[in-house]
């Protein structure tokens, strides 16, 4: 059996210097666990505009379908600011995203314990936290039609249009109740059932699918409501499901929870492929980050912990992803810090490749 592939697209910023740490990660694997992945390399964004004039050559994006699994570090920067919209860097994202047609975008709010005082919440509120929000990524009122903004009378109107189909609203579902499966068992969706018709059809069709997983506990919540839980009592909840819009907020709401942005992965999956693997693409929440690129202070902790999803979603690795995250947890607990998570003076901060070297030691002491 061939290994599983990963294409790796570094793209602007920090983007290259945060997966430079996941590269050491990526290799320990294959020398100590005797875990191979064949690793391309490829560009993205600005640094695929400067190259080739557009933010992802159609080969790279012919790769990306072949990958096993895309990792992306991230795009866009200051130069690339006044280029025009149908080249500008996130495109490249966008087209991915589109062309792989990654319905379920997986964001995990997990707080460290060594960093709960990190949280805007109290330290018991949020200690322990590890909840998931899997948000509809390829529908809903950002991509329905019509849309745009047209004469009515003598003003203008602005219009959006909410649209969910039965089957786009129930394969989000089944990726919610499969995770919750793998994980506490419990699903919330949230939806604006009490004033939208899309709402209504969401939660009946939720409602179906979830005869499919008796073993996992189904409840519904307004989406209002759950913004408000989710600062009031987030450890409620284990797996959240809901829409594109309400996703967008609730996923952001519940990643400021945790702290730092130099913190936070994310997945976005696909169909199922042929290997039976999902289209996967793994990012960091955060940008390029223009103002410390090339200083070594980026935190690469959300790429590496994007590459542990990678483990668990792509490759069935759940136990290895385990033990990354526990590399992860044990640095953090050992009190090594990138200058971002930083909480009191007088601590020097570590550079971005000690940070990885600080997680490859801890792997290596878990053998
Ligand atoms: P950003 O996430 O790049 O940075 C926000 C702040 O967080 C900055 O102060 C930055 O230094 C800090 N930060 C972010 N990641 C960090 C890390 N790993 N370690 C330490 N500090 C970190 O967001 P922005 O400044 O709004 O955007 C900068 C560029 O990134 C823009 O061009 C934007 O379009 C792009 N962007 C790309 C993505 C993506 O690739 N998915 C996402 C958001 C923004």
Redesign the pocket.
Known sequence: MPNPSILILP?????PE?MTEVRKIIGWFGEKRDISFDVSEDLV?GAAYDKHGVPLADETMAKAQEADAVL???????K??DLDFSVK??RG?LRLRKEMDLYSNLRPAQCFDALADFSSLKKDIVAGLDIMIVRELTSGVYFGEPRGIFEEGNERVGINTQRYTESEIERAARSAFELAMRRGKKVCSMEKANVMESGILWREVVTRVAADYPEVELSHMYADNGAMQLVRAPKQFDVILTDNLFGDILSDCAAMLTG???MLPSASLGAPMENGRPKALY??????????TGQG???????VLSFAMALRYSFDLGAEADRLEAAVEKVLADGVR???LLASEGVSPVSTSEMGDAIVAALNASL
């Not at 793209?11 to 983007?15: K, M, V």
């Not at 202070?297 to 790429?303: S, V």
């Open positions: 793209g602007d910023g920090i983007g945060v964004g992306l570090g991230a795009v866009g920067g200051p690339y600011d860097p996130e994202l730092s942005l130099g990012e960091p929440v955060h940008g390029s980050a223009p103002d410390i202070k980026a935190n690469p902790i959300a790429c990138t200058a971002d």
